[in-house]
């Protein structure tokens, strides 16, 4: 693939509102588990766009299912059904525990809804009950109620007033959850793996003690897979590692590979909204649900979750003999996402030196100062594993000899 180069300068980056810092390069073109600059330099990317792209770049599915849907139908109005939108939304409840599906354009906006069923349901069912309590540094999103709902630490001051309603209970420990529990207690919500937290597991123990809490007190039980859903931690969906049945759930990021789509899905007897409770001009747009059917199918073809395991146990390998060669914390996570623990804030520092790594660079993210997230593409090869293993060796022992 040759890209033609153009200098950085040329890019009108000055209109851009700041919102984080970001290299000088400008990112022109992709291929699976590529990315390609201005420069015609090449990246192995192992962000994907946060868990976004979970077919990798320009996937031929989604691609042949965006063309296609672009010259039948893009938006009809969501006063409407769709062919795409209900295709998609069968798909969904067919591999799920769930039975209903309300289409959004974001995770946030799906987690916004989610808020909004719950304190709907709490009005009808649980004399007005509205507060959900969610978990120190979960994070559910960049709206006000979402950052509200989130226990990111610092998040309570950017934007104050939060949205109340949103008590904090610590992961893992089953009594401070249960200590928050009150008569205006309408939900818990939580992530089954913390991915900004710093990809931190909920214990198997915990998920299942909170889903007999919440049933024992008539609450729902939400959990956010906008991170670890569609596949990510080789099962279709996060929850099914635990055995559970929740009451409602979110997706986002993979679910449509790329482009702008999410979902809120529940259960037969939570499905409360009534006409003008909940709407949004693009939501269950045909063109973004023809792609999302094409990443479902993908997803669910025979064999794809196996190798999403496979890789995931690769991709674990490679960390643990890692950090027993260079002393390191160990790794965490749960099929393609995972952490490895660096014990000491070195991560920012080896995230900027893999991207500028010649004359291939390397994508990598640190979640916390002390970290490094991996976040492939699900279809990565097992060549390509090995070689961030390769880059990322060289990359430790560099900065074993700077020490």
């Not at 390609?36 to 766009?49: A, E, P, S």
Request: net charge negative.
């Amino acid at each position: 693939m040759t890209v033609p180069t153009q200098p950085f300068s040329s890019y009108d980056i000055d209109s851009l509102m700041f919102i984080t810092r970001r290299p000088d390069i400008v990112f022109v073109e992709g291929q699976g588990s590529w990315l390609i600059d201005n420069n015609g330099k090449r990246y192995l990317d192992f962000l994907q766009g946060w868990a976004v792209n979970a077919l990798g770049h320009a996937n031929p599915g989604m691609l042949a299912a965006l063309e296609q849907q672009a010259r039948r139908l893009i938006n009809p109005s969501p006063a409407f059904y769709n062919d795409q939108m209900a295709k998609l939304a069968g798909l969904l409840t067919q591999h799920s525990v769930f039975d209903k599906v309300f289409f959004t354009n974001s995770g946030a906006e799906a987690n916004e809804g989610a808020i909004k069923l719950a304190r709907k349901w709490g009005r009808l069912k649980k004399k007005g009950a509205y507060q959900i309590i969610t978990m120190d540094h979960s994070f559910h999103g960049r709206t006000i109620a979402t950052m509200s709902a989130s226990g990111k630490p610092g998040w309570d001051t950017i934007y104050a007033p939060q949205v109340p309603g949103f008590p904090k209970a610590k992961l893992n420990d089953i009594g401070s959850a249960e200590r928050l529990i009150g008569e205006e207690t309408v939900a818990v919500m939580l992530e089954p793996i913390q991915g900004e937290g710093g990809v931190i597991p909920v214990t198997h123990e915990f998920m299942r003690e909170l889903r007999e809490l919440t049933q024992k007190h008539g609450l729902l039980l939400i959990v956010d897979e906008v991170q670890t859903g569609c596949g990510r931690t080789g099962k279709l969906f996060g929850y099914e590692h635990f055995g559970i049945t929740p009451d409602i759930m979110t997706l986002g990021k993979g679910i449509g590979g790329g482009v702008p789509l999410a979902a809120l899905l529940c259960r037969e007897e939570f499905a409360v909204f009534e006409a003008g409770d909940q709407g949004g001009t693009y939501n269950g747009n045909p063109l973004m649900c023809a792609v999302g059917v094409s990443v479902i199918e993908q997803l669910t073809a025979p064999g794809f979750l196996e190798s999403v395991q496979a890789r995931g146990k690769q991709l674990q390998t490679i960390l643990l003999k890692m950090s027993a060669e260079f002393g390191l914390q160990g790794e965490r996570g749960d099929g393609l996402l995972r952490a490895l623990l660096l014990g000491r804030d070195v991560g920012v520092q080896i995230v900027d030196e893999a991207r500028e790594l010649s004359p291939e660079g390397l994508l990598l993210n640190a979640a916390k100062p002390d970290l490094l997230r991996f976040m492939p593409a699900l279809n990565i090869s097992a060549e390509e594993m090995d070689k961030m293993g390769a880059m990322l060796h060289g990359l430790l022992l560099k900065l074993a000899v700077n020490a």
